[in-house]
């Protein structure tokens, strides 16, 4: 399996703060690999290019809000995403209490600066994590 596919940081590298990076994953075989980056990277070009709609944005959102209002009743989210980390770094009490509304808050000109800093195609780096070939006996 390989993957081609989203995730947008700069916090989780605690270690270089300054250090920002967009990843995109989805799963695929092996022979899907070259072909599966060229429509993340249309859709990153016209990110870039254009920004997104309003009616993305909100298609966006939808899934990951329903998601974190199902976590908040779970005693899993609250003991191992809260209390576990609470004593040490008390914020994640106040990032408990506003996740949602900082999801509800995400507005275009905020993704449309995102994508115009972060998926610029001519500075863009393609990373690809395939399985070895099978020896034959």
Same mark, same amino acid.
């Given at each position: 399996c390989c993957w081609i596919g989203v995730m947008a940081s700069s916090a989780?590298?605690?270690c270089m703060p300054a250090v920002s990076s967009m990843v995109f994953s989805r799963p695929c075989g092996p022979s &899907? #690999?070259?072909a599966g980056a060229a429509p993340i990277k249309? *859709? +990153?070009a016209d990110l870039f290019a254009n920004g997104v709609?309003?009616?993305e944005l909100a298609r966006a959102k939808q899934p990951?809000?329903?998601g974190v209002r199902e976590s908040v009743r779970t005693n899993g989210y609250w003991l191992g995403s809260v209390v576990a980390r609470a004593q040490e770094k008390p914020i994640v009490l106040d &990032? #408990?209490?506003t996740r949602e509304s900082d999801i509800t808050g *995400? +507005?275009?000109?905020?993704?449309d600066d995102l994508a115009k800093r972060?998926?610029?195609p001519e500075r863009g780096s393609r990373v690809f994590s395939l399985p070895a070939a099978k020896a034959t006996p």
């Open positions: 989780w590298m605690t &899907w #690999a070259w249309a *859709i +990153s709609s309003e009616d990951i809000l329903t &990032w #408990a209490r *995400i +507005s275009k000109p905020e993704i972060y998926l610029n």
